[in-house]
Structure formats: structure tokens, C-alpha cells
């Protein structure tokens, strides 16, 4: 399955009132639902001895299942006669079903033995997604909650552009054109098309051998593509909502993929994103879930099956402030191909706009601080300056002058609690149109990054090959360290993407354990070279009888991370460092060796462009000597690496990369005999 955001047009004030209403009434529905889930489990848990005796009994006799929450779903609609003229009890159950997923998670351990936490109720501005009914493939027109009608010929018919030739008729002639060619001219405004009317032909006869016909339904609408909400049992009409679709012609190889085929259409949810310049400060849009894979262009394709073919088999060393890959010909042979490295790391224009970015960010900060504070002036303290100003002026003889924004901290209560919640704040109009802005600029720039993060996943991809091998390190010690520097270089989303382009090209990321390879503390030699975290330089050492190999300790690290072996490619525990490989793989590719580990080698398609994939060297500076400021933010560290220096029995380790909780002991420890 894949998913594709199509922009909905909410521009008329009456439809983007009742959108507003349905959110509000679907939030208010998932809030009760998940009082009640939390208030179930909390009694679920506190029933030891039924728990004991019988524990399926327990739960039906609280109501704890999917069913169970979908009938207080209903009974939440059928008591609150308001919620009837917005939302319908079909997506009430589908709200359950949500809420009950993270009730599961709670109450059924994974394979590792966690559980989830105990189910939170959130709040309004986190609640952006109503979730749609899936479409019966079986069935033909049955009823949906959020059905997209229309067809893509039909929207290249109604808004084709001016200046498109007359023979350009389909979407795949469409999908054909030089990518800078106009194809629709969608005005500003999109009008929502009428729902069809009239009679409509069955195509078969009655008794008396007169044709039968049925009333037009949105079914039978052919035009413009269009999100059409069937509303509450008491509602107000159908909420119809245009689409946008892109007008360039660059885009619609990847519209005909998704729309062109409407048997595979399956599921549309109905999704909010803040903006502080649209009226009423949110847009909306549908995603569509299509049941084929994603959308990949020629070029991608291509470029995959070029990778796929590249016969290399590589490593990786994630870092804090750079990645590492190294690849060797898959047969160890010199002359099927060279050592080629790469080294991705913050160039100096991504560190001016990193440095832009934070800067402005924290502006928005302090001037959502300072309206705060002007608007409940009671609830913060004056600060040291401004009471020895009155202090001041109280000598003087001269009144106290009027205090309109207080500088100083909250006002607490003896328990050091604020007086009053946050979250009874009054907020001025400015202070939430500032606060969406904000948010919109972090949403951008987690955006960009994982944008950012896919293009330097496939060029490495396509310059070392699918078959790749990294240390299981556990990125959370990195941020408790490095917070800083790992939020700037995101070695969690470089790393994830990595992984992901390997398996559509046909590969894999491995990971190897850190505890039973070390790569940072060897050497290709098989020599152990302990080294400090704080040195970022590999020297094996001929006078304590080691080769001499000189190099980058991650470009070394990544070399060796090539030649580990897993006797199960699922465990990262059983990889192994095989030794007499990489010796003699530094033997054969002696020539260049020194070079290689020292600078970057891959292609030009791997090392430059927009995003810099790895630095090239400037002047006569090594690549590790142009991240003084990394090493300025680890501060004087003179230990060895974590993850290689903790017991293999105290392991409580999350991929890099990934969210995956720890396999130690349960956070909850609440006895389960289910």
C-alpha cells in the first residue's frame, strides 16, 4: 500500500466552518474515548484477583476489547444529541479502533516482553487526522465516511489549460509531456461541482419490458476529482471539498500512478496541518491510501538497478557529526574495482542556515514568552532589575512606575508548582498566530531534513551498493550526550533512510553488535588499537608492533565494519570481525589504501550537489579536522565509545536510527496472566 496527500479546497467560510465543527466534534469523541480507555485500564489493572482467577472474564466484564470501546463510542454519540449533526457512528467505531490500537499496545507485551504506557489523553492541537472507512473491493457503491469521486479525465477535461495541444486528452499523454509544459489552469478558487441529478439507466428491464432506471448519486459523478463527507444522521448536506491537484506536467506521472485507477482506491483520511496564513489557521487535505506500492520515477528506478548491479559490498560508522562508508569489491579482487569512501557531514552553507534557523527560532521563542507574560501580568514576578528600580525610585520619593510586562519567573506555590496551569492562560490572537508560524517552521524543517536525508541515502546507495553493514549503536546515549550536534546533522534519519533505499534497491542494512566487534578499537591489521572518543584519528602504531595504518577512525571503523559476518543476519549480537579478511584485503589493496581511509574517494554524484553528501577536502585540512565545532560541543571526553564499553548483561538498546524501545525490563511492571 502507499499513501498520497491530495490539497483540499475549504475556501468558502460556511465549509470551513462545518470541517472546523466535524474536527471538533471528532476530537471531543477520541477525548472521552480515551478517559474512559485510561479509566478501564486503570481498574483492569487494580483487579488482581479477578485478573488472577480469570483474566478473559475480567476484560468482558469491563468492556476492555475492540468491541467494548466501539459501543462507548456509540453510546457517546446517541447521548450527546450535538455530536449527531456532524459525525456519524461509522466514524465514531473508527475513532475507537484507533484509540484501542494504543490500548493494546499497553495491555499486550511484544515479542521482547515491553509494553506501551498507559493511554493518554491529548490534546486539541495534536489531534490532526479523522480516520476514514476502508472501501469494500467487494462490493460495488457501498457507503463510505470519506469517498473521493471523479475521475482524473475528468479533471484534465474541466481544467485543462489554454495553451495545451487539442490532442493531449489523457492523463498519459499528459504524463508524457516535457515537464515544464502547463497542463491545468485551476483557479484560485475552485467551485465544489454540484451533485449529479437526473435518472440514471440500469440497463435492465422490468416486468413490463420498460427500462428501469435509478436516481443519480455521487457515484455516477464523473468530473473533477472531489472529497465528498456524507455528514451526521441529522446533518446539514454532503461537505464537498474540491481538490488541487499539481498543474505542471512534471508532476503527473506520479498523479496517473496513484489516480488514474480508481478500482484501487481503498481508504481517504481526512488530515489538518497549521498555517498561519490560511483563514481559521489550518489546511486540510485527503490522504488517499491506493493499494499499489509507491510511485518511483525512471531515473530512481534506473538508478536502483545500476546499484543493484554493482556487484560491492560495503560498511558504514554512524557518528555524531558525520557518516562513514567504505566499500570493497564484493570478490576482494583489485581488479574488479577500487576503495571507495565517503564522508557525509554539514557543509558551511547548511552550518549558516543550521545558525539562522536556531537564531530565528529562538526569537519566536522569546516573543512568545514576552505575550505571555504582557497578557497575564499577575502570573510572573518582577525581575532583579525591575525591582531595584522601584527600589529606586521608592527612595526618591517618586511612585512606582507601572510594570507591564514582568520579566522575572512564574509565580509558584510553596510546592515550587506554577499558581496557575499553563494551560489556563489567557492568549492574545498575535500569540497564536505566532505559535503556528513556529510550528509550520518546524514542521518545514523536519521536512527538509528527511528530504535531505532520502538524497544522501540514495547517492550512497548508488555508489557503494545495497550491500551495507553498520554497528547497532544506541542513539539515544548520543543525544543525552551530543543533543545539540545530533539534532543538526540527524544521523537518526540519515541512517533510517539508508536502510530503507538499501531494501528498494534489493539489498540490506545489517547491523552489527558494537560488543562483539569493536570496530573503533581494531584495526585492519586485527590488532586492538584502543583510542579515546575524543581522538578521531586511527594510528596503528609499527612500535608497539602494529602496520602503521594511519586514517580517519570512522572511514577505518566503516572499512572494518565490511568484513563482519552474522551467523543471523535478523541478531546483531552474532556478527563477528573476520579478521583474515580484512588483513588481507589490506594486502591486495595496499595501493591507495593510506588515501582512501584519509579522504573521500567516492564519485562526484555521491560527494557534492545540493546536499553535500560528504565533504571534499579544502586545501591541505583533513576531513576530520573540519569538525572542531562537534568536537567543541562533546566537551573534554576522554572515555571510549559507549556502546562498546557497557556489559553485553546490562544491554537496553535501541537501533540507531529508529524508535524502537529497549529489550530490557518492562517500564511497566504490572504482573500480566493473559
Request: glycine share 6%; charged share 25%; with cysteine.
Amino acid at each position: 500500500m502507499s499513501t498520497i496527500r491530495l490539497p483540499l479546497m475549504v475556501d468558502a467560510p460556511a465549509t470551513r466552518h462545518r470541517v472546523e465543527l466535524l474536527f471538533a466534534a471528532m476530537w471531543q469523541v477520541k477525548q472521552a474515548l480515551q478517559r474512559d480507555a485510561r479509566a478501564v485500564v486503570d481498574a483492569y489493572w487494580a483487579g488482581d484477583v479477578r485478573r488472577e482467577s480469570d483474566v478473559k472474564a475480567w476484560r468482558t466484564e469491563l468492556g476492555l476489547s475492540r468491541t467494548g470501546l466501539e459501543h462507548r463510542a456509540y453510546r457517546h454519540v446517541e447521548h450527546s444529541r450535538w455530536l449527531s449533526d456532524h459525525v456519524s457512528k461509522a466514524l465514531a467505531m473508527h475513532q475507537a479502533d484507533e484509540v484501542w490500537a494504543s490500548v493494546a499496545r499497553h495491555l499486550h507485551p511484544d515479542a521482547t516482553g515491553r509494553r506501551a504506557g498507559r493511554p493518554r489523553t491529548g490534546t486539541w492541537w495534536e489531534y490532526t487526522r479523522i480516520p476514514g472507512r476502508a472501501r469494500s473491493h467487494t462490493t460495488d457503491r457501498k457507503w463510505e465516511t470519506f469517498r473521493l469521486h471523479g475521475t482524473l479525465t475528468g479533471h484534465l477535461d474541466t481544467f485543462r489549460h489554454p495553451t495545451l495541444p487539442d490532442h493531449i486528452t489523457t492523463p498519459a499523454q499528459a504524463a508524457a509531456l516535457p515537464p515544464c509544459t502547463s497542463v491545468l489552469a485551476q483557479p484560485r478558487k475552485i467551485p465544489a461541482p454540484p451533485r449529479p441529478t437526473g435518472r440514471i439507466s440500469t440497463g435492465t428491464l422490468d416486468t413490463a419490458s420498460r427500462p428501469r432506471t435509478r436516481a443519480a448519486t455521487w457515484f455516477d459523478h464523473t468530473g473533477p476529482l472531489t472529497v465528498v463527507f456524507a455528514g451526521g444522521p441529522t446533518g446539514r448536506g454532503d461537505i464537498v471539498l474540491p481538490v488541487r491537484l499539481p498543474q505542471g506536467a512534471g508532476r503527473w506521472p506520479y498523479l496517473t500512478h496513484y489516480l488514474n485507477d480508481p478500482s484501487r482506491w481503498h481508504k481517504i483520511d481526512l488530515v489538518r496541518r497549521r498555517d498561519a496564513a490560511t483563514p481559521g489557521g489550518w489546511v486540510y487535505e485527503a490522504h488517499l491510501m491506493v493499494l499499489a506500492p509507491g510511485y518511483a520515477s525512471p531515473t530512481t528506478r534506473a538508478r536502483r538497478r545500476q546499484a543493484a548491479a554493482l556487484n560491492r559490498t560495503g560498511g558504514v560508522d554512524g557518528n555524531v557529526s558525520n557518516l562513514a562508508v567504505v566499500s570493497f569489491p564484493a570478490t576482494g579482487d583489485p581488479a574488479d574495482g577500487d576503495i571507495r569512501t565517503s564522508r557525509i557531514t554539514l557543509t558551511n552553507a547548511e552550518q549558516h542556515a543550521l545558525t539562522v534557523r536556531r537564531r530565528k527560532a529562538k526569537g519566536r521563542q522569546r516573543a512568545l514568552d514576552r505575550s505571555r507574560r504582557s497578557t497575564n501580568p499577575r502570573q510572573y514576578r518582577p525581575s532583579r532589575r525591575q525591582r531595584a528600580r522601584d527600589q529606586r525610585r521608592y527612595a526618591a520619593g517618586l511612585p512606582p512606575k507601572t510594570t507591564i510586562t514582568p520579566a522575572g519567573p512564574r509565580r509558584t506555590t510553596a510546592t515550587e508548582q506554577p499558581q496557575q496551569a499553563y494551560r489556563r492562560d489567557q492568549l492574545s490572537n498575535a500569540y497564536r498566530t505566532l505559535r503556528a508560524r513556529h510550528a509550520m517552521a518546524a514542521a518545514r524543517e523536519a521536512e527538509a531534513k528527511q528530504h535531505r536525508a532520502k538524497k544522501i541515502a540514495a547517492a550512497l546507495v548508488a555508489a557503494h551498493g545495497p550491500q551495507l553493514t553498520i554497528e547497532d549503536c544506541d542513539i539515544r546515549t548520543w543525544f543525552r550526550l551530543w543533543g545539540r550536534t545530533c539534532a543538526a546533522t540527524t544521523p537518526g534519519r540519515l541512517i533510517t533512510a539508508l536502510a530503507a533505499e538499501c531494501t528498494a534497491t534489493g539489498g540490506r542494512l545489517l547491523r552489527a553488535s558494537t560488543f562483539t566487534t569493536a570496530l573503533s578499537q581494531h584495526c585492519l591489521c586485527g590488532r586492538r588499537a584502543p583510542k579515546p572518543l575524543r581522538q578521531r584519528t586511527h594510528h596503528c602504531d609499527p612500535a608497539e608492533g602494529g602496520c602503521g595504518l594511519k586514517g580517519d577512525r570512522d572511514l577505518v571503523s566503516a572499512a572494518l565494519a565490511t568484513f563482519t559476518t552474522l551467523t543471523d543476519p535478523d541478531d546483531p549480537t552474532t556478527a563477528r570481525l573476520d579478521h583474515h579478511r580484512a588483513r588481507a584485503a589490506q594486502i591486495l589493496f595496499a595501493q591507495g589504501l593510506q588515501e582512501a581511509l584519509t579522504e573521500s574517494t567516492a564519485p562526484k554524484s555521491a560527494r557534492s550537489g545540493r546536499t553535500r553528501a560528504a565533504a571534499e577536502p579544502q586545501g591541505n585540512s583533513l576531513p576530520w579536522q573540519r569538525t572542531a565545532s562537534a568536537r567543541q560541543n562533546a566537551g573534554p571526553c576522554s572515555v571510549a565509545t559507549p556502546d562498546e564499553t557497557r556489559p553485553a548483561t546490562e544491554r537496553l538498546k535501541a537501533h540507531a536510527g529508529t524508535t524502537r524501545p529497549h529489550t530490557g525490563r518492562p517500564r511497566t511492571r504490572i504482573r500480566d496472566k493473559s
